[in-house]
């Protein structure tokens, strides 16, 4: 009832203002302004929402992920605003500018370090610009291209694609509750990746609201900034509401399997050897691996016959033992139900549901891997995996067509020379700091064995798996992200990219409107940069 009031005073301030009766300052509050310039603009005062609000809780809550960053200190925002179109998108972004309102995007929520719901700083005044309703997927399947909306989740994607074909396919990751927006920002992979490459790499074209509430494409947009947003990662550009996808094909008959292997049954061998075939083995198969407990998980998929993936894995890793009863030949569509709920006859209208697994705590943090790590150090891994507040690991290998792409093609870097990517996966359920702490220190400390094993000078992590630890953002003191402290953490995720990114920011936002505690800062005009 609350809410309701509010939007009606709202409103019949916005009625006051426009006769010039009220002296803006005198009544309003910078929060109230920001209010009255969104519904001002068009935007309807049911898709806003404040603390006030009876629904804000259930809309904040809606696409949260990790339960680190809803606890009662975590900063929350002034408004969420429920894009239900472009518009909606623009209005926030020049009613923010106007009124100091900073803008986070959210398309699937499913941030690791929770940036696009909720803040460091208690002093950021901030909205959340929820997209989740900017959801349409439309397939062209005799062009094998489609357009998704950013709040469109990868289920939805897969979907879509497979109910307009049975050869076409869209290759991204694996969860399908993850949103469009954030995962194609940030890079995007999953079990097409060593065939097609990541979900950025099948990127064609864009729709983007820029820092001045501008509507722009590829073309209006210029190659630099869509270069960009194809993998530096959510919110330093701009808000991106759409998305041309390039689809890839597939066979209408794909094979998976998953065979577990404990360590009595040479489970360090096995991931010992490993971690120079996969990378090795031909592009149309992934063979990843999920390490837990005391046993390691290798999953697969091939874009063809279990006869002639038992070839491959005869002639290239005999060890595993892989045999036929392991395989099922299912469609590409099936195979999506597999990775995610590892079950291929599970109903494919799964990928549709939103809600996903269970609300949990979670923290995580990645590697790329260089060199195979020695035997020793995975079989002392398993100590740490036996621990009750052990997480997982998961080996996910690159090679293939991700290794013939160039490091710079996209914001992405870690293509050829890696081996494969960790990810080092806690998650927990108890609330509190006891199990909060134990968690932390079994991740980093996890983290921290394995650095002489790891990639060096930076030592490297993914964007889409965030992690403040490497470093957050500072402010410089004409209120600009300091450029020279995000190389800490930036280099380690872009490479030699950082730089570029850096420069397409100082170009497109260089006030620095778009920010959270890991996006790019502009790059300072000494700098320069002589490409852009
Ligand atoms: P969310 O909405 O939280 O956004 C993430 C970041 O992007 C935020 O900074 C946000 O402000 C910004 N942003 C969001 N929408 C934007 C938009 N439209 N325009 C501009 N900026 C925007 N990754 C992977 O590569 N392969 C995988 O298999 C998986 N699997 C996986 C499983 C689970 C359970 C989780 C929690 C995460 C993954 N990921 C992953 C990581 C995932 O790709 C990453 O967290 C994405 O950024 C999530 O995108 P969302 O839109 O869901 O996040």
């Not at 005198?26 to 006030?52: E, I």
């Not at 710079?408 to 609330?431: C, D, M, V």
Request: glycine share 8%; proline share 6%; charged share 20%.
């Amino acid at each position: 009832m609350r809410g309701i009031l509010y939007q009606l005073v709202v409103v019949a301030a916005i009625c006051a203002l426009s006769s010039g009766s009220i002296p803006v300052a005198s009544v309003f509050n910078a929060t109230d302004a920001f209010l009255v310039c969104l519904v001002g603009a068009g935007v309807p005062p049911r898709l806003l929402q404040t603390p006030a609000s009876p629904s804000y809780s259930a809309l904040l809550l809606s696409s949260v992920r990790n339960l680190r960053y809803v606890t009662p200190g975590t900063p929350r925002p002034l408004a969420i605003v429920a894009a239900a179109e472009p518009a909606h998108a623009q209005a926030a972004v020049r009613c923010g500018r106007r009124h100091g309102v900073r803008v986070r995007a959210r398309s699937g929520g499913h941030d690791y370090e929770g940036l696009s719901y909720a803040s460091l700083d208690p002093r950021e005044r901030f909205a959340v610009l929820d997209l989740a309703a900017l959801r349409d997927v439309r397939v062209d399947s005799a062009r094998a291209e489609a357009w998704a909306g950013s709040g469109a989740t990868l289920g939805e994607v897969y979907y879509a694609v497979a109910a307009a074909s049975r050869v076409l396919a869209f290759p991204a990751g694996i969860c399908p509750t993850v949103g469009v927006g954030g995962h194609l920002s940030g890079g995007g992979f999953g079990t097409l990746m060593r065939r097609y490459g990541l979900a950025a790499d099948n990127v064609i074209d864009a729709v983007l609201v820029d820092a001045d509430g501008r509507l722009l494409n590829r073309t209006t947009m210029g190659e630099d900034l869509f270069w960009a947003i194809r993998g530096g990662g959510g919110e330093s550009f701009g808000v991106v509401l759409s998305w041309k996808l390039r689809l890839v094909r597939v066979p209408e008959t794909v094979t998976v399997f998953t065979v577990r292997r404990s360590i009595r049954q040479s489970a360090s061998d096995l991931i010992t050897k490993w971690q120079a075939i996969a990378p090795a083995l031909p592009r149309d198969l992934i063979l990843r691996v999920v390490v837990q407990n005391q046993h390691a998980q290798f999953e697969a998929l091939f874009l063809g016959r279990c006869s002639r993936l038992l070839d491959h894995m005869r002639a290239h890793f005999p060890d595993l033992g892989v045999t036929q009863p392991d395989c099922e030949e299912i469609s590409w569509i099936q195979s999506t139900v597999y990775f995610a709920f590892y079950s291929s006859s599970k109903p494919l209208e799964l990928l549709l549901d939103r809600s996903g697994e269970t609300r949990r705590y979670v923290k995580a943090k990645s590697d790329f891997v260089q060199e195979p790590i020695p035997r020793h150090v995975w079989e002392n891994t398993w100590s740490w995996l036996e621990k009750p507040e052990a997480g997982l690991l998961i080996l996910d290998p690159y090679g293939g067509r991700m290794g013939s792409i160039s490091p710079s093609a996209t914001p992405f870097p870690h293509r050829k020379g890696n081996l494969y990517n960790i990810q080092y996966y806690s998650y927990w359920f108890e609330n509190g700091t006891a199990a909060l702490e134990k968690r932390m220190t079994w991740v980093r400390g996890l983290y921290g064995q394995m650095e002489p094993y790891v990639s060096k000078n930076p030592r490297t992590g993914y964007i889409n798996y965030k992690d403040l630890d490497l470093g957050t953002n500072e402010l410089e003191d004409n209120n600009v992200t300091s450029y020279a402290k995000a190389r800490i953490w930036g280099e380690k995720y872009f490479k030699g990219n950082f730089e570029r990114l850096a420069a397409v920011k100082a170009m497109v936002d260089p006030d620095d409107f778009f920010r959270n505690e890991q996006s790019i800062p502009p790059l300072p005009a000494a700098k320069g940069w002589s490409s852009i």
